[in-house]
């Protein structure tokens, strides 16, 4: 089982970006699925994390500029990422707790993608 990021670049303040997380691989639930973020020298922070069933927390220095979406479905989220600042620059990194087909519980992460924002 693995989390596949996709998305980030770079931008100007005032612009957009979609980040993009699937699990790919069999699991039996995910528990919760979302975005982190680090900036160099500092620690890694929650973005914005799902909640099974069906709720969202965001950062709050994201409220209303960043909405992250979950498709059931395709067991996937993505973050929209708007009026970015260059305080968002950043890695970001995907994570998720899933349960396996055996239903052991475990943290997995995406591999980084960087989000560049210039001012």
């Known amino acids: 089982v693995q989390l596949q990021a996709s998305g980030g670049g770079s931008v100007q303040a005032g612009g957009s970006l979609t980040l993009s997380c699937v699990v790919a691989g069999t699991i039996a639930h995910t528990r919760t699925m979302g975005w982190y973020r680090q900036a160099p020298g500092s620690q890694r922070e929650l973005v914005a994390m799902w909640t099974s069933p069906g709720s969202t927390n965001y950062e709050d220095s994201v409220k209303g500029r960043f909405t992250l979406s979950r498709d059931n479905d395709a067991n996937m989220v993505s973050l929209q990422m708007n009026n970015l600042k260059p305080e968002d620059t950043a890695a970001y990194f995907c994570?998720?707790?899933?349960?396996?087909?055996?239903?052991?519980?475990?943290?997995?992460w995406g591999q980084g993608t960087l989000v560049t924002v210039s001012s």
């Open positions: 994570n998720a707790h899933l349960f396996d087909r055996y239903w052991v519980g475990a943290d997995y």
